[in-house]
């Protein structure tokens, strides 16, 4: 039974550049939420993806969009990169419905901006 | 909003011991969910434990158990028997109405041989 997945491990971009980061939810999950957990700070919900559609948005602006695919696996964009968006971003994975409670959290990428 | 505090940035425990977590948050909901998560320095989230508001009893996971305390909105984790390996950062979650995670600032807890 594979867990959530993501891609790439690292990345290192500069200012102003645009980056797209992958995850794959656990196997029997179709709802997909983005973290951002800056170094030694808890992570802050970015975006919720159930059904193909963002059901949930956290406190960030419109520079970070996201798409779910019918394979329940998403994608994060962020375009205009600044040096304040380095950062681990973390996908985590549950069941849509009742009793999906519990958030399976992937590996992380590890995104740099210079 | 809701919050989740933890007011111990760093903690030590000799292995084999027993060692407390603490965490207090706010909400105004009644029916909700806490979570226990250990972030080791390969820096995956990994679910610790898991509690439910209606449920009065304390949920435990081998040497992993809680002590949710309702009314005070404390949710603190014991662990017992302390190994090498619990090393890591723990983060104290709230999952609100709109399915998303409120995160502490985490613990560092530190295992001393």
């Known amino acids: 039974d594979a867990g959530v997945t993501q891609s790439p491990t690292h990345l290192i971009k500069t200012r102003g550049q645009q980056v797209t980061l992958r995850c794959s939810p656990k196997s029997g999950h179709d709802t997909v939420s983005w973290y951002q957990q800056a170094l030694g700070q808890g992570p802050q919900f970015i975006f919720q993806?159930?059904?193909?559609?963002?059901?949930q948005r956290g406190n960030f602006p419109d520079r970070f969009s996201g798409h779910q695919f019918p394979n329940y696996s998403s994608e994060l964009n962020v375009n205009a990169l600044l040096l304040g968006d380095s950062a681990l971003y973390l996908c985590?994975?549950?069941?849509?419905?009742?009793?999906?409670?519990?958030?399976?959290f992937g590996p992380g990428t590890r995104l740099t901006v210079l | 909003a809701q919050t989740v505090t933890q007011s111990q940035p760093e903690m030590s425990v000799q292995e084999a011991e027993t060692v407390t977590l603490s965490c207090t948050y706010d909400?105004?909901?009644?029916?909700?969910?806490l979570f226990w998560y250990k972030q080791p320095p390969s820096r995956q989230m990994i679910l610790v434990i898991r509690q439910e508001a209606y449920k009065q009893q304390n949920a435990t996971e081998n040497r992993f158990s809680v002590n949710f305390q309702k009314a005070a909105k404390s949710f603190s984790l014991k662990i017992s028997d302390s190994q090498l390996g619990d090393a890591a950062m723990y983060f104290c979650a709230y999952l609100d109405s709109n399915y998303q995670l409120i995160w502490g600032a985490g613990t560092k807890l530190i295992i001393k041989p």
């Open positions: 993806y159930y059904e193909e559609e963002e059901r």
């Open positions: 985590a994975s549950t069941r849509g419905g009742s009793g999906g409670y519990t958030q399976y």
């Open positions: 909400t105004s909901e009644s029916d909700y969910y």
